[in-house]
């Protein structure tokens, strides 16, 4: 069974931190591309991050410079690290795995959504 899991998930005051975890099962996700996207009330998707296969990262501006994707292949895991949080950061964040050769294929796989919400 295909299978994006992901946890950590909390409420968090503005200024604090939180890591977000997203562990893939049945199929090879070390040559996967990994993308969080994020959705607010009222919004649409709005992509956040991306890491490749390789390891190389790329972010939108909202999250540049406080945002930080990683990935563990030997866990089969792709974490975010959110740094400097914002209420405009307030969202349900999913990772979205690409496994095709290239980068922008779209998403083959979802994991089910991780509500951040920042608020003092």
């Known amino acids: 069974e295909v299978q994006l899991v992901e946890s950590g998930g909390n409420l968090v005051q503005p200024g604090g931190s939180l890591r977000l975890s997203c562990t893939a099962s049945?199929?090879?996700?070390?040559?996967?591309?990994v993308s969080w996207v994020r959705q607010a009330p009222g919004n649409r998707l709005e992509w956040v991050s991306i890491?490749?296969?390789?390891?190389?990262?790329v972010y939108a501006d909202s999250v540049k410079g406080r945002f930080i994707v990683s990935r563990d292949n030997a866990q089969n895991t792709v974490y975010l690290q959110m740094n400097s949080l914002k209420s405009e950061d307030t969202a349900m964040y999913y990772c979205?795995?690409?496994?095709?050769?290239?980068?922008?294929?779209?998403?083959?796989?979802w994991g089910q959504g991780a509500q951040v919400t920042v608020s003092s």
């Open positions: 979205a795995a690409e496994t095709g050769t290239s980068v922008g294929t779209g998403f083959n796989y």
């Open positions: 049945g199929f090879t996700f070390s040559s996967s591309h």
């Open positions: 890491i490749t296969s390789g390891g190389g990262t």
